[in-house]
């Protein structure tokens, strides 16, 4: 079976391969804010639709 890095230090690798001024703190916060607004906005967009659903 395939080991599957943790999403969180995959994608801050990421970032940190794309910039020098970064540090690895400062990268995987970045990435946790981002993965927050993201997933609090989809929570947000899926009760828009039931409530539109509703009507």
């Known amino acids: 079976m395939a080991h599957r890095q943790h999403w969180l230090i995959r994608f801050t ?3 940190m391969t794309l910039t020098d001024d970064l ?3 400062q990268a995987a916060e970045f990435v946790r804010r981002v ?3 993201g ?3 989809g929570v947000a967009e899926a ?3 039931h ?3 509703g009507e």
């Open 35 to 37: 993965y927050q607004a």
């Open 47 to 49: 009760a828009e639709e």
């Open 13 to 15: 690798d990421e970032l």
């Open 51 to 53: 409530r539109r659903d």
């Open 23 to 25: 540090t690895q703190e």
């Open 39 to 41: 997933h609090e906005a």
